[in-house]
């Protein structure tokens, strides 16, 4: 599968337009803010139908526009001309509404349609995965467990749902009994979104060592999910329910005197940590920058490797201008990972010719400037 066309309506500063796209990409070469971010920003919505930048949706609509949209077509590699999919996005600023539509048919629910693109951005923000705060690492969670794993999003939102209602009890100063009707269902949802998590974090860490030593050309790291919640033992969701249900008791004094609920997976965290001579080193305290860049390529390159076995299709890659912050040696090594792994459709950008690293030679080159692209 790869994206064969984009049509693009007053996204940003795109305009309108319509792109043709090769199977194997494209390397997109432009100035500072010519809209290279923009381009792989709506490609992305296509599968998030949110701006990989956290960009509100009402910011992607072009100054002095009302509406955006966004047309992608997805056909089968064998080249097959029938469009396999078609999966589009608009949003109304005034109306605050959004539609998306998969094949023409607006979904019951906007989450069934994610994850159609199967695509991963690398950006040089992502170095905030590492040096940012435990929500920027709680938010990619979600988006690879929303994007891979079934009943997630459900699940999280469902959570996410009980917590605003439990939290606004406690924060009324409602009496006890109010606010632990909501006990039941926080502790059921988000032992769900405990396990998944936990589950996938443990079972990616190996790849995660070995991206890591891979572009670093040297020693590995760790990634490890830390719970609120007291996990040891704990084993299936229903472990993991009644360590979260006693861990809730536990807090009950803290969490009147916050207002607020402290324990949950909306507190939990995943540590990035370095090996280094037999130390162990958390890589967003002590990680250089080139150190925490690698551990979010990493992070990147496991999240590919997801899409490849939970969806059976190469990712697409969306690479904005990744490479400009890393050493040689570094650059090197990850174009030489991602030339190895099996990698479908790639879509980069840079501001120089020079700095195209990746199928130097196999992508056509388009230019953009002022948000038009030409080829
Ligand atoms: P750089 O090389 O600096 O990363 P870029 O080519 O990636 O640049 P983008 O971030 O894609 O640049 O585009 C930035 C441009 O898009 C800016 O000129 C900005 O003013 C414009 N822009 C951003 N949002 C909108 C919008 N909603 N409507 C119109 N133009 C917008
Ligand atoms: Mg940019």
Redo the contacts with the bound molecule.
């Keep these: 599968m790869h994206l064969s066309r984009l049509t693009l309506r007053h996204f ?2 795109l305009g309108t337009q319509d792109l043709e796209l090769p199977p194997e990409g494209v390397a997109i070469i ?1 100035d ?8 792989l920003e709506a490609i992305y919505y296509l599968e998030t139908f949110r701006s990989f930048r956290g960009a509100r949706d009402d ?5 002095g526009e009302g509406v955006f949209r966004v047309t992608g077509e997805l056909v089968a590699v064998d080249g097959s001309e029938q469009p396999a999919a078609q999966v589009a996005a608009a949003y109304e600023k005034k109306g605050k509404r959004k539609k998306v539509t998969v094949d023409g048919v607006e979904p019951e629910r906007v989450g069934d349609a994610l994850g159609r693109v199967a695509a991963v951005v690398f950006s040089p923000a992502d170095v905030e995965l590492v040096s940012g705060g435990p929500s920027v690492r709680r938010r990619y969670l979600d988006i690879v467990l929303s994007l891979s794993a079934p009943g997630y999003l459900h699940a999280l939102q469902e959570f996410r749902k009980i917590l605003v209602r439990r939290n606004a009890a406690l924060k009324d100063g409602q009496p006890g009994a109010v606010v632990m009707a909501w006990d039941h269902g926080l502790v059921r949802s988000g032992a769900a979104v405990v396990e998944a998590r936990r589950d996938w974090v443990q079972s990616r860490c190996r790849a995660f060592d070995e991206y890591y030593s891979a572009v670093s050309g040297g020693v590995g790291a760790r990634m490890a999910y830390r719970s609120s919640v007291h996990l040891d033992g704990a084993r299936g969701e229903q472990d993991i329910a009644e360590a979260y249900r006693d861990a809730l008791v536990a807090s009950s004094e803290r969490e009147q005197r916050n207002g607020t609920t402290v324990v949950g997976p909306h507190r939990d965290d995943v540590v990035l940590r370095l090996e280094d001579e037999g130390d162990d080193l958390d890589l967003r305290d002590y990680g250089s920058g080139g150190q925490r860049r690698t551990a979010a390529l990493a992070l990147r390159l496991v999240e590919a490797r997801t899409i490849r076995e939970t969806r059976g299709r190469e990712p697409m890659i969306l690479l904005d ?1 990744v490479f400009a912050e890393l050493d040689g040696g570094r650059s090197e090594r990850v174009l030489g990972l991602m030339e190895r792994e099996e990698t479908g459709q790639v879509v980069l ?1 840079a ?1 120089k010719e020079g700095d195209i690293r990746i199928r130097r030679d196999a992508l056509p080159r388009w230019r ?1 400037a002022d948000g038009r692209v030409a080829a």
Excluded at 59 to 63: C, E, G, I, K, S
Aim: proline share 5%.
């Design positions: 940003r500063n432009g500072n803010a010519q809209g290279k971010s923009n381009l910011q992607l609509v072009a100054f201008d950008t501001p953009i």
